[in-house]
DNA sequence: GCTTCCAATGGGAGCGCTCCCAAGATCAGG
DNA sequence: CCTGATCTTGGGAGCGCTCCCATTGGAAGC
């Protein structure tokens, strides 16, 4: 008889019947359950060896109703907006935490309308144990799948509107306001915000922290200067902020990569930093360290708040009812400001 | 009668039911296969709205061996590697590329022994219906391991030793051969490499390019200054180089990281870029747009390399034997050089 | 010596879906 | 009007695992 060829792979019963015991029994060995006789549980370690058995996750899942995945979904209006290294360090932690829970992860980049079909899919045939959900924006489509789907979600950031049950994140408000008392701190007196989307509950709080933090000090704040987290969009915004308003000293913008735009306009237009104009940023990714000069920057705890999310998700998924979470940010000192 | 809390999800039995039609006539109906009458086709699109059903995609899997599921895998010694904003945009692309496919994406960082257990664990039982394989080094575990599974393995960048079946790499000696040339062309004779991981691949190509170009231009080339692809170690390179070779008029790194890293050694050195030294990059990331001056640099399509990866992934798991693919960079020329 | 209790055990019934296959319905051709 | 070919149809048998439950057999208690 000629083996035939990729052989199916062994099942549970045959690993039962190797060890001479019955598929309950083996069952029980294999997920270290009690009410095995030592002499079956080994018997049974021995048979997996010898069949190179593995369970099949699937029949697993289907028996345990449990997926034994959790998914990250990053929502936006196109795919590009996940190459923001934020959420590479995002992951990373995410990831961590749940390789101590024993959980895979699904990537779902809900940024277009398929791929928005199919995290309605994912929610609602329960595809996953639960869901961490991110960059989300107002009146986001996902917000809505997230109540309606009998499943756990945990926030990363809180979405616009009604704070959600389970969420983490990072002192956007305490941040800003600490970046912007800092500027006012080395005499700046004309300081302009370079704000992200306002249509995102990170962007509305760092302009209100800048705010808080100018009118405390009997300054005025300027209107809020839109851009959409990208480098391009800050360099356009500090161009626009150089028209109007020529005389601004200090800038705020709320993240790095709008910062390191802002930078680079400024250099053209050949405004020092920071003797003509202190610069601050938000994040301390990479780009704040390489930019020219270094970014003096509000930092936050990116990898953790994804090693958070996952904790708490796998609390969920345990039925308990943790907390939300707000991480601390901190100010960061380099030479732009 | 109460309603009973999270009232199970309706199957696909019931659904039949409701419409008057047998499951199986109901699941060729889900699934738009032949044999079908219209009348009952409209019947279960009838049954399947009024009850909101979903089909149960585990069960699916189980009964049709299929996860429905691809996974990226990226290899390291630690999780960190993955911050690389590089892995952000093959995701993007790969993501786009499955969606087409109705797959999901599962991300695996297998850069920890438990991360390299999973890893094997999901080959050996089949956990997704095929692996796309990154990052490897020099006997890396992970080729072993894709080696001996039975499942469609397509590797992103070819792995150090005998190319594998299917794989999709981005042409990096070539790549960096032009990088060098132009250096060569623009008057630099002391041309030296701050090279990436020598046991990797990519490390190993961009260094043969380097080092191609310069014998074709019968100049001395350097031994490989290497470095791990951060910036921190593409400064430290820089440094050292900067000792040993203090009339290196040029310096061609094998990333943007390093470039940048580099760029910040020379900063601190007095020595001005381009006039003192000619810096070229690889890669094109945002850093270095953004770096000071912005980084000449050779540009490989990222995206496109996720998205080609996943293709061929999804060619390989229809049963078919696609060519490897190797994808062209071309130099971007700004001011470092 | 005889209950009482509990660990150990294995059979059976699912989990929700697909798919093979036998049987019935439909229709054209002779 | 009958025969054979083609399309529909639904029952049944899995896919591989977990878990409930009834049964067994000692060990411990009186």
Not at 149 to 163: K, L, Y
Not at 226 to 252: I, K, Q, R, Y
Request: hydrophobic letters at 45%.
């Amino acid at each position: 008889m000629a083996e035939d060829a990729p052989r199916r792979q062994p099942t549970l019963a045959e690993v039962a019947e190797l060890a001479g015991v019955s598929r309950s029994a083996a069952s029980r060995a294999l997920n270290d359950a009690p009410h095995v006789s030592r002499a079956k549980r080994e018997a049974v370690a021995r048979a997996v060896r010898q069949l190179g058995y593995v369970p099949n996750p699937t029949a697993r899942a289907l028996a345990t109703r449990q997926t034994g995945a959790a998914a990250l979904v990053v929502s936006g209006e196109d795919p590009s907006i996940f190459a923001d290294p934020f959420f590479a360090q995002v992951i990373v932690g995410a990831s961590t935490a749940l390789e101590e829970a024993d959980l895979h992860l699904m990537l779902c980049l809900a940024a277009s309308d398929r791929g928005r079909k199919r995290v309605e899919e994912l929610f609602r045939s329960k595809g996953a144990d639960g869901v961490m959900l991110m960059a989300l924006r107002e009146d986001d489509p996902l917000v809505g799948m997230a109540e309606e789907a009998e499943m756990p979600v945990v926030f990363g950031g809180r979405p616009v509107g009604p704070a959600p049950r389970w969420y983490v994140d990072v002192d956007n408000v305490g941040g800003a306001r600490e970046a912007t008392e800092y500027l006012v701190s080395r005499g700046r007196t004309r300081v302009a915000a370079i704000c992200g989307r306002l249509d995102t509950e990170a962007g509305r709080a760092r302009y209100r922290g800048y705010r808080d933090a100018l009118l405390a000090a009997g300054l005025d704040p300027l209107p809020p200067q839109e851009g959409d987290f990208t480098e391009p969009s800050g360099a356009a915004a500090m161009a626009v902020l150089l028209a109007h308003h020529p005389d601004v000293d200090g800038v705020f913008a709320a993240n790095d990569n709008m910062a390191a735009g802002a930078l680079r306009t400024l250099r053209a237009a050949g405004r020092a930093v920071p003797a003509d104009i202190a610069v601050v940023g938000f994040d301390d990714l990479t780009v704040a360290q390489v930019a020219d000069p270094p970014l003096t920057t509000v930092h936050q705890p990116i990898t953790a708040l994804g090693r958070e999310m996952a904790r708490m998700l796998v609390t969920v998924i345990n039925g308990h009812d943790p907390t939300p979470l707000i991480l601390p940010t901190r100010l960061v000192t380099r030479s732009s400001a």
